[in-house]
């Protein structure tokens, strides 16, 4: 566990998609409450308590929700993406993040993309530490990575450096996705966590909107102060 800032803690770990060794990473955040477990790895819940009791825990897309079941059974509250209560029946969520949707108390803003709907990927912005909290949105391989996966996202255009993927240029709503980043980048952050690759402790901001340049307007017309 490594702690980024006051109330802020990753946990990373191996994990292999299509073959290739890609890593995770989940995000707790201390709140007043309890804990918030964003995008869960297969550890076991325990592995929290010097931090506190988890209250909440956050399957944030379509795609990362393997490991939500075991600690929803331990009794924390269950919250995930549009469209995953009809993939995971089995999980009992308390709710779905999408609208205006805001349970998690002042110190977290919910930001549901309506962009991508293969993902449906929803974004955390932890005011205090100035953190914005991805998923899939972006990633950031580092060089010490295996070189079949910087050569994999190499060939998907992810590499190197803080990058989409192709998928998201083939697949993303352009439209909508204008919208949704003029939201995101309104937000004050600057640290960016991603769930595959190094955080960016620094400039989030300014990196976020250049992965995202391809859309036209994100990194200049779009771009909060």
């Not at 890609?22 to 409450?33: C, I, K, Q, S, Y």
């Not at 998690?104 to 449906?120: A, Q």
């Not at 910087?150 to 439209?175: H, I, K, Q």
């Not at 996705?177 to 595959?196: K, V």
């Amino acid at each position: 566990m490594k702690e980024l800032a006051g109330g802020i803690h990753t946990l990373a770990g191996p994990l292999r998609f299509l073959g290739l060794e890609v890593g995770a990473r989940m995000t707790v955040l201390e709140l007043d409450g309890g804990l918030l477990v964003h995008s869960p790895l297969g550890v076991e819940p325990e592995t929290l308590a010097p931090l506190g009791e988890v209250r909440w825990v956050v399957a944030p897309n379509k795609l990362h929700h393997l490991f939500v079941g075991p600690w929803v059974a331990r009794g924390a509250e269950g919250w995930a993406a549009a469209g995953l209560p009809q993939k995971r029946p089995d999980v009992a969520f308390t709710g779905v993040l999408e609208g205006d949707v805001q349970p998690f108390g002042s110190d977290v803003e919910v930001v549901p993309l309506t962009c991508f709907g293969l993902t449906n990927e929803v974004l955390l912005h932890h005011r205090p530490s100035r953190t914005l909290i991805t998923t899939d949105l972006v990633f950031n391989v580092p060089p010490t990575a295996p070189w079949l996966t910087r050569a994999a996202f190499t060939c998907a255009c992810a590499y190197p450096g803080c990058r989409t993927s192709l998928l998201e240029r083939v697949a993303m709503d352009r439209g909508c996705a204008r919208q949704d980043f003029a939201r995101i980048l309104d937000l004050d952050f600057d640290r960016l966590i991603m769930a595959h690759g190094e955080v960016v402790e620094t400039g989030g901001k300014d990196a976020l909107a250049a992965a995202f340049a391809w859309l036209g307007q994100p990194a200049t017309e779009l771009r909060g102060p």
